[in-house]
């Protein structure tokens, strides 16, 4: 079936270094989601992309959609203990209506 | 305020019992989903409703059970042929149609068996 997975897993960062995490589809996306969670909250709707090859920005949050419109990332510019949570990125189900398949997440933490 | 409310936060099952968890959202959004996370894991879909009175299963719908009577209530049953329930159990929203609408999740509730 399809599936979304993120790498790393896990990342450890010291404030003020950058951060990135891919997420690969084995299928080709209408679209692209990601969502921030925070430690033991819920999923928040950060962006969304489109287009082949689409990059948006969120002041220091780069998003990019790769031109085949398999993969995207996320990178973070010179972390902030605020930045520490699990992101996902997440595509919608072959004929599935407006159904998402979440990615396995990458889990960031910030020292400082 | 417009949001999705899930409650309780923490609900604890004994063996061999049926517990429902609640999820009302005034979003007056079409679509309505429930997902279930364990531990440094990702959400896995357990069953959507995309309009009222109609649901279908996710991946993981075993030992699970929903209903849709109303737009702005989609509570999930946990029965007792749900093995495993401890986990966090998330419920969204969105206005449905097609993958391109964001959703939009409640607080959470925290599954536990006693």
């Known amino acids: 079936g399809q599936q979304v997975m993120q790498i790393p897993q896990y990342q450890h960062v010291q404030e003020g270094e950058d951060f990135t995490t891919y997420c690969n589809s084995s299928?080709?996306?209408?679209?692209i989601q990601w969502y921030k969670q925070r430690p033991g909250g819920h999923p928040v709707f950060l962006i969304q992309?489109?287009?082949?090859?689409e990059v948006k920005k969120q002041k220091r949050l780069t998003f990019q959609f790769g031109e085949a419109k398999k993969n995207s990332s996320l990178h973070i510019t010179a972390t902030q203990t605020t930045d520490v949570g699990t992101y996902f990125c997440a595509g919608p189900l072959t004929g599935g209506g407006n159904k998402l398949t979440f990615g396995t997440g990458t889990q960031l933490k910030v020292e400082l | 305020d417009g949001g999705i409310t899930q409650s309780p936060k923490y609900l604890f099952r004994k063996e061999g019992q049926n517990v429902t968890l609640s999820c009302e959202q005034n979003?007056?959004?079409?679509?309505m989903y429930w997902y279930r996370q364990d531990p440094g894991q990702g959400l896995r879909l357990i069953y959507y409703s995309q309009i009222v009175n109609d649901f279908q299963k996710g991946d993981i719908a075993e030992g699970y059970s929903v209903s849709r009577e109303k737009k702005e209530s989609f509570p999930l049953t946990v029965t007792s042929a749900q093995k495993n329930p401890t986990a966090f159990y998330l419920c969204?929203?969105?206005?449905?149609?097609?993958?391109?609408?964001?959703?939009?999740f409640g607080d959470g509730t925290r599954l536990s068996i006693l």
């Open positions: 979003l007056n959004h079409d679509a």
């Open positions: 992309l489109v287009k082949s090859g």
């Open positions: 969204a929203s969105s206005t449905g149609g097609t993958s391109y609408q964001p959703q939009h």
């Open positions: 299928t080709t996306l209408s679209n």
